[in-house]
């Protein structure tokens, strides 16, 4: 009898292990190639608005709730508030001047991504005037990526005054 309830709690206990490994949820793998190219292409369409001097196509990087935080100036909260300063931004803007922006590093988890990258400025002739570095944190709501903080350098050094 003995032997009976030894093995029937041996049974039991594996039967429980078993089914407790089968019912545990399967853990979603990123196509980290698929995010890089959902990113770049964000960071394509941003610069796209800005050479097109449309706030609000460069606007739409942002979510409702974002933060930006931007060389020389306190930071931007709300895409309200941010897009009023790429209006602004755009009507003092008389250099046709224009900016690339490409993904160097990308961490992603669940809903959640952080992009390191790099910008750079060109004149209408081409040539580099200046270049930097950010720092974009997405949150994916509805199925899409979408920014709701980001931070901005330039390499450029500090002018005397500032």
């Known amino acids: ?5 030894r093995l029937f709690g041996f049974l039991a206990l594996t039967a429980l292990i078993f089914s407790a490994c089968a ?12 995010v890089r190219v959902e990113i770049q292409a ?5 610069a796209a608005g800005e050479k097109a001097k449309d706030a609000d196509a460069v606007a739409a990087y942002y979510s409702d ?3 930006s935080y931007s060389r020389n100036q306190q930071p931007l909260s ?10 602004d931004n755009i009507a003092k803007d008389t250099t046709e001047n224009y900016n690339v922006y490409k993904v160097v590093d990308l961490f992603a988890e669940g809903n959640i991504a952080v992009e390191i990258g790099s910008w750079t400025e060109f004149d209408s002739s081409g040539n580099e005037k200046d270049n930097g570095n950010y720092m974009s944190y997405f949150q994916k709501r509805d199925g899409k990526y979408i920014c709701v903080r980001d931070m901005s350098t330039t390499t450029a050094p500090v ?4």
């Open 78 to 87: 709300g895409k309200a508030a941010i897009r009023a300063n790429i209006a």
């Open 1 to 5: 009898m003995r032997k009976n309830i």
């Open 42 to 46: 964000m960071e394509d369409a941003y």
């Open 65 to 67: 709730d974002a933060i």
């Open 159 to 162: 002018k005397s005054g500032m």
């Open 23 to 34: 019912t545990a949820e399967k853990e979603e793998v990123l196509d980290m190639e698929m």
